[in-house]
């Protein structure tokens, strides 16, 4: 009898099936580089029947799978467990249909997000959930953690934007489910696969709805002496009744890494915080809402506020906040992104008490976050192979959490919960609640084999605070 | 804190630790784009660096694979919000490897024989090529073919008449009021098949008051041999130019290569200390010119132009705009986009003859994108990529000409065809 290998290779060709240790090696993580485990192969198919095959002998092995799309989750999501198969589709990258009348697009779930809006731009059109990863990450990937964006705050999570899915459930059967008009009968079955981090089945096409450019767009940056005056500032727009495309606040320390990168904006190094607001819709109506946001910002303490004098200028203000995780690198040589939703008025107060956690415990934590949705990504700056810093970033970001549970939050807003998680989810949800989520994906996937080990805890006790659990043990130490 | 444990240099280890996986990097890298493999993407090919360095797992098969499948092209730190020195630990880790055995065959020995005893001797290089056009001219060089190694074939297309191969004089003195003294580097190859290029770019040079010195004794700027791995040797090249340029006492030292152009700025990293006053000299002529201010064109020369960014220049030196800048201002010329303007066109010194496939690959999509444009004219700063793209265009059928962004400001200088 052929090997599992064997059998994959003759589904979709020895070049893409990859077998060798130092191959797997690679596939041991994602954008969490906690807790790594190595898959038994790698597959990268083409198309749906690829992958239908490719499900269908694996459970005739009795291996479970994985899917991954560009590994820029931050959860843990595409994790392998021991043994698993990981089936990455980054190979099925084609847009299959645009229909601008229709302003929607059929795709396949490797298409970069970014990649999308660029080549529906002719059409006037783009699609509008912008996580900050969007050059890399894949509308697979997005469909699984239901990614946002800065341009949530308007435009609303993954969820809003897809109409109709294909899925490859776990037995290998391909169903349909949604429709392109956007109105299916019963139940909501797409809902309930956007946001399910792969646990019930492989997403192959998805059909997502496309939003007109508006007509206008400008962009504010405010300069704020410290991030509470900052979060006091979204607080008083959003209830002005407007409707911005997007708030985010950066504080001093991220401020300073993005600087020093290649992303750097021209941001003054001294400031406490900057906010970004965008503001978008028909051009007639922007001058009224940027003086009125100018005026608020103003108000609440902005040393200065610049408005982007052309696209050019725009675009160096997103950049600056899109690349704030990655300049955090500089900081040190690893990074650890916290994602927690508050309601929006707790803000300045919780941002003071994660500011506390972090010096208390001693760590680097910077702020960079979506303030008009209330979305916190306190960030950690540590270096993994300090056993007792590592203990104090994990027993920090511990704290934070329970923290925004405490103000009536919860604890993700877009990365999901993955394996980063898991025994985090009893601080929102009891045991009937797990139960029903549960029943949920045994409808789908129900011998696990899909993902195993997301989202649902895995131990009683808490092992976040046992660095050998997480693997690092097997990094060598100074 | 820990050092690195096996394999790798620690220097390599050190700048891996600017890496903190976020995959931003991927969607940039041609090669991830053409094979979907984590293993063959920048973030891929630094977790295999660091895992070697740290021990957990061996420098092996895998990374020497990688490291040579990889381009080079350096659009991953263009993309790298973290500050990842790419190029640099690629040269590291390429050495690395060829030092542990583990590229092996005949076809590196050879090359590396070539890089070192052939390509930084103007005579030999000269005589080689001499043969070769003969060959080209008698129509034996299949038979020249069977002798040579493919990487050599791959550097020498169509070898120009000898009066475009002419050494240029030691001195050209500027027009006008002088603005400026600069050395020029000649290059290895460019001279021999370029040698029209380095003639266009001396005029322009001076047309725009420099006086430019050519130093004699310069010699090959060492790209190459780095990139295929021999740092060491680089190294040795990179002392003696930086000796040699700075006797030449000048402001600037001006190169028409971006491959080249980069190579250069890389002494600061390749001899730490030395290299620095050498490399912080660099300019391409671009750059250079576009800094100062053209003069005035007086010809005009009509078509539309797509520009394309050679990788050494986009990404290795971080010029992108200014070369637009100076076509623009040629009468008659109309600047159209195409996509992935930056994106690395397969050509990557020896690579599209180590990695044929990947090469062509990496190509067609350039084409795809060129081809939609539809261009009269296509400019790019860098010998290897000027070759590419010919090849490119020629193979798909299409009009363009391509030539070098100096070539087209000569000609609004002169306008010799019109
Ligand atoms: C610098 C940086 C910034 C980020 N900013 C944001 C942000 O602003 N907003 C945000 O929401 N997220 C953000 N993220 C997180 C991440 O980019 C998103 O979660 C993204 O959706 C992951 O997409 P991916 O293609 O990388 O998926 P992966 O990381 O490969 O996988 C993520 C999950 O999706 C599942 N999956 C992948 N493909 C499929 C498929 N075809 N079918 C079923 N399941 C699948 C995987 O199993 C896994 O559970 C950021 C990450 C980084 C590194
Ligand atoms: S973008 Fe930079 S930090 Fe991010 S994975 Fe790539 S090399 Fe590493
Ligand atoms: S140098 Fe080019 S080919 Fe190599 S990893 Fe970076 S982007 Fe990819």
Redesign the interface.
């Known amino acids: 009898m052929p090997s599992l290998v064997e059998r994959l290779r003759s589904i979709v060709g020895d070049e893409a099936c990859l077998a060798r240790a130092e191959e797997l090696f690679v596939y041991e993580c994602d954008g969490l580089t906690l807790d790594p485990v190595r898959p038994s192969a790698v597959v990268l198919p083409r198309d749906t029947e690829q992958v239908a095959s490719v499900v269908r002998a694996c459970r005739e092995f009795g291996q479970p799978f994985v899917p991954r799309g560009a590994g820029t989750g931050l959860s843990g999501g595409a994790h392998p467990t021991p043994g698993a198969v990981i089936v990455e589709c980054s190979r099925m990258d084609r847009i299959l249909e645009v229909d601008a009348g229709n302003r929607i697009a059929r795709v396949q779930p490797g298409v970069v997000n970014a990649d999308l809006s660029v080549a529906v731009a002719t059409h006037g059109l783009f699609y509008a959930p912008d996580p900050s990863s969007q050059m890399a990450c894949t509308i697979g990937g997005n469909v699984a953690e239901n990614a946002g964006g800065p341009h949530t705050l308007k435009y609303g999570t993954t969820t809003n934007h897809v109409l109709a899915l294909e899925l490859v459930l776990p037995d290998g059967a391909v169903s349909r489910l949604g429709s392109a008009t956007g109105f299916a009968p019963g139940y909501d079955l797409v809902g309930a696969v956007v946001g399910s981090e792969g646990t019930l089945g492989i997403v192959t096409e998805v059909t997502v709805r496309l939003t007109p450019i508006p007509e206008g767009v400008e962009t504010l940056l405010g300069i704020f002496p410290d991030v509470v005056s900052a979060c006091r500032a979204v607080g008083r727009v959003i209830r002005s009744g407007l409707v911005p495309a997007a708030l985010e606040i950066l504080d001093q320390r991220t401020i300073r890494a993005v600087e020093d990168s290649v992303y750097a904006a021209g941001l003054p190094r001294d400031a406490g915080a900057v906010l970004v607001a965008e503001l978008d819709g028909a051009a007639c109506a922007l001058p009224a809402q940027v003086e009125k946001v100018r005026a608020i910002i103003g108000e609440e303490g902005a040393s200065e506020v610049r408005v982007a004098r052309d696209e050019q200028e725009r675009a160096l203000f997103w950049k600056a906040r899109k690349g704030a995780f990655g300049a955090m690198g500089r900081l040190a040589p690893d990074l650890y992104v916290h994602d927690a939703v508050v309601p929006r008025a707790v803000l300045p107060e919780i941002l003071a008490t994660v500011c506390e956690i972090g010096d208390r415990h001693g760590v680097t934590l910077s702020n960079v976050f979506h303030a008009g949705d209330g979305n916190l990504h306190p960030n950690i700056s540590f270096d993994r192979r300090d056993p007792d810093e590592l203990r104090r970033v994990i027993a920090a970001g511990t704290e934070i959490l329970e923290a925004c549970v405490r103000v009536g939050g919860v604890i993700t807003g877009e990365h999901g919960i993955g394996t980063e998680k898991r025994d985090f989810i009893g601080l929102v949800f009891n045991e009937a609640d797990l139960d029903a989520m549960k029943r949920v994906r045994d409808a789908f996937n129900p011998d696990g084999v899909c993902n195993p080990g997301k989202i649902f805890p895995t131990t009683r006790f808490c092992v976040e605070s046992n660095p050998k659990a997480r693997g690092y043990d097997r990094v060598p130490l100074a | ?3 690195p ?1 096996t394999g790798l240099p620690s220097q390599v280890y050190t700048r891996s ?12 890298c041609p090669t ?1 784009r053409v094979t ?4 063959s993407s920048p973030r ?1 090919r630094i ?2 660096m660091r ?1 070697v360095a ?4 061996e420098l ?4 020497a694979e990688e490291a040579y499948l990889c381009l080079g092209c350096r659009a991953c730190e ?7 020195e790419f190029g640099a630990m690629l040269e590291e880790t390429r050495a690395a490897v060829d030092e542990a055995g583990l590229r092996g065959g005949l076809q590196p020995r050879l090359e590396r024989m070539i890089l070192r005893q052939v390509v930084p001797h103007r005579r030999r290089l000269r005589l080689l090529i001499g043969l070769l056009a003969l060959a080209q001219r008698t129509r034996i060089d299949r038979v020249a073919s069977l002798l040579l190694p493919r990487s050599l074939r791959a550097l020498l297309p169509e070898i120009p008449a000898r009066a475009d191969r002419r050494q240029p004089p030691e001195r050209i003195p500027a027009e006008g009021e002088q603005r400026g003294r600069v050395a020029f580097l000649t290059g290895c190859v460019m001279p021999e098949i370029f040698g029209s290029v380095n003639a266009a770019t001396l005029r322009v040079l001076s047309r725009n008051g420099f006086e430019v010195v050519v130093p004699r004794d310069q010699t090959c700027c060492g790209a190459l041999q780095a990139h295929a791995g021999d740092l060491d040797f680089a190294r040795g090249l990179a002392r003696r130019n930086a000796a040699v340029f700075e006797a030449a006492g000048v402001d600037a030292i001006v190169v028409n290569s971006a491959g080249c152009g980069a190579a250069m700025r890389s002494a600061e990293h390749w001899i730490p200390g030395e290299g620095a006053s050498y490399a912080g000299k660099v300019r391409d002529v671009c750059e250079l010119l576009d800094e100062v201010g053209l003069r005035p064109l007086t010809h005009s020369i009509q078509g539309r132009l797509c520009y394309d960014d050679p990788c050494h220049l986009i990404h290795g030196q971080g010029v992108s705009a200014a070369p637009r800048r100076l076509l623009e201002q040629i009468d008659g010329i109309e600047l159209v986009p195409h996509a992935d303007a930056s994106s690395c066109c397969g050509a990557a010194g020896t690579y599209n003859l180590t990695h044929r496939e990947m090469s062509q690959q990496v190509l067609e999509r350039k084409m795809d994108a060129l081809a939609a444009a539809d261009p009269d004219l296509i400019a790019t700063g860098n010998p290897g990529c000027l070759m590419q793209l010919r090849a490119g265009v020629r193979l798909r059928g299409m009009r363009a000409r391509v030539v070098h962004p100096v070539e087209l400001l000569d000609q609004a200088y002169q306008n010799p065809h019109g």
């Open positions: 804190m820990a050092e444990v630790l600017a890496c903190v996986h976020c995959g931003l990097c991927l969607s940039a991830y979907g493999r984590e293993t891929g977790y295999l895992g740290e021990g957990r797992i092996g098969e895998l990374l263009t993309a790298c919000p973290s500050g990842v």
